[in-house]
C-alpha cells in the first residue's frame, strides 16, 4: 500500500529512501486521479523494491509548490534524494515501471 506523504516526513520517505520512490500527487476531486489510483497501488503491493507515496495536493500545497505541479496527477520518481523523472496525466504501468527501471 501506498503512503501518504507530507511536509513533515517527506524528507525521511522520499529524500533520504535507499530506494526509488514514486511519488504520486493527486487530489480526491480529480477525476484522472481516480483512474491511477488502482495502478499505483498496484505497483505498490507488487513491487517492494520501490516506494510509492502518495501526495494530497488539497492537504500539501507546498510540496506541489516546491515541485512546480501545476496538473494532476504527476508521477514524480525519485533516485538518490533526486527527481529523475516526471510523468504528468494518466499512465500505463508499463509506461510507469520503465520509468522507473
Known sequence: MAITITKENFQSEVIDASVPVLV????AWC???QML???VE???SSHPEIKV???NVDEQPQLAQTFAVSAIPTLLIFKNGHVVQQLVGVQPKST??????
Not at 504520486?24 to 487530489?27: G, M
Not at 510507469?96 to 527501471?101: F, H, M, N, Q
Request: glycine share 10%.
Open 24 to 27: 504520486d500527487f493527486w487530489a
Open 42 to 44: 498496484e505497483i505498490a
Open 53 to 55: 507515496g502518495k501526495i
Open 96 to 101: 510507469i515501471l520503465a520509468a522507473l527501471s
Open 31 to 33: 477525476g484522472p486521479c
Open 37 to 39: 489510483s488502482p495502478v
